[in-house]
């Protein structure tokens, strides 16, 4: 970790001279980026890391002896061992590189919730979860007789200790949840169902990809079993993402996939797996994204991952509160305490029409399902606005998306009318 004396400050118009993508207009407008939930722009340290390993370092790693293969494959564990920094792992053994946090959510569901599920055990998880933390559950639960079961959550869309000791039962083996939402920015009392999963036998999985970005993470601290996040959310690049597990489940899980370098023996009939991490990473791997990730790792680590928090919830609190006084807008989830997204609706506009007005504002949100349809049937809308912030984003751009929402307002005058949703449950 960085010592927190050498810490740069977060002066969010200073950080973004570090990200290229700054330097341009869109519709001859400055870029306000709000859609960083989606994915994260990249800073000029992870560009220039990954350009420097292909341009001076690039070679397969586990395999060779020659000068190349071992720059890269030391690069490629120094990435590991920054994961495990991050995270406050207990072993570098306890992190898996995959392609993204739905290839380690699959990866969990299958190698180890499949083989040790049955008819009558329970799957617990909430109706809010993004579908990579609900579909291979629904795999699950088809192809072993097991249950899923929903913790039911607030009006305004929270999940509550006291409705996680509700759904969990003697019958619970898995606990899947989202840390934050990815559509109402709210954020689940991990630890809590921590303890409750373990009192029962069960396990938690939990889905970080939110989380990862902005708060400060201790997998030891949470006591959670599995937890799997996305490189390209945390300013790292696509094509990475982690999986952490406790080692001792991954010692008891066979691999997910076959091949390359995770073998130790092969005969004609027959294979030994190497130990764990590596008996997870069949082929090559993502060699180049993992030095990406390192790189994007210690740009949020000189800032400091608290600091990064406080920054974030300040600017998701103003934008909710800001949208939520605008004649006409229905902001969904908490009204404090979000972190980094806000879901909207502008009266009877629909949210891609809103989302293509910003956009000739120059400013870049997600309009859709946001991978929750589920949620979004809950909530009685096919579809919402997305705002996400991050370390580059300040009080101007929460200036600026107010205003573009008061265009959209203005462009589409008598089509405008009531909000969309009504009086449901989960809106402001």
Known sequence: MTDRTLRRPLVPKALRADFPIFDQTIAG????????????????????????????????????VHTLAGRATEAYEAAREAVRRFLGARSAAEIVFTRSTTGSLNLVAQAYARPRLGPGDE???????????????????????????FIEPTDDLRITEAAIDQAISPRTKIVALAHVSNVTGAVAPIAHAARRAHAVGAVIVVDAAQSAPHLPLDVRAL?????????????????????????????????????????????????????????????????????????????LEAIGMDAIEAHVVRLTNLAAEALANEPGVTVYGPRTDRHAVVAFNVGRIHAHDVSTVLDAEGIAVRAGHHCAQPLMTRLCVPATVRASFYLYNDEDDVERLVVGVRRAKEFFGDVFGEPVSGDHPGSL
């Open 123 to 149: 799957i617990v998880l909430t109706p809010l979860e993004h579908h990579a933390n609900l579909l291979p559950w629904q795999r699950v639960a088809r192809e072993t007789g097991a249950r899923l079961v």
């Open 29 to 64: 407008r400055p870029l306000v980026y709000l859609d960083s939930a989606a994915t994260a722009q990249k800073p000029r340290a992870v560009l220039e890391a990954m350009t420097r390993f292909y341009e001076r370092d690039y070679a397969n790693v586990h395999r060779a």
């Open 223 to 299: 006591d959670v079993d599995f937890l799997a996040f996305s490189g390209h959310k945390m300013l790292g690049p696509t094509g990475i993402g982690v999986l952490y597990a406790k080692e001792e489940h991954l010692r008891s899980m066979e691999p997910y996939e076959v091949g390359g370098e995770m073998i130790d023996r092969v005969t004609l009939f027959d294979a030994t797996w190497r130990e764990p991490p590596w008996k997870f990473e069949a082929g090559t791997p993502p060699i180049a994204e993992a030095i990406g990730l390192r790189a994007a790792i210690e740009y």
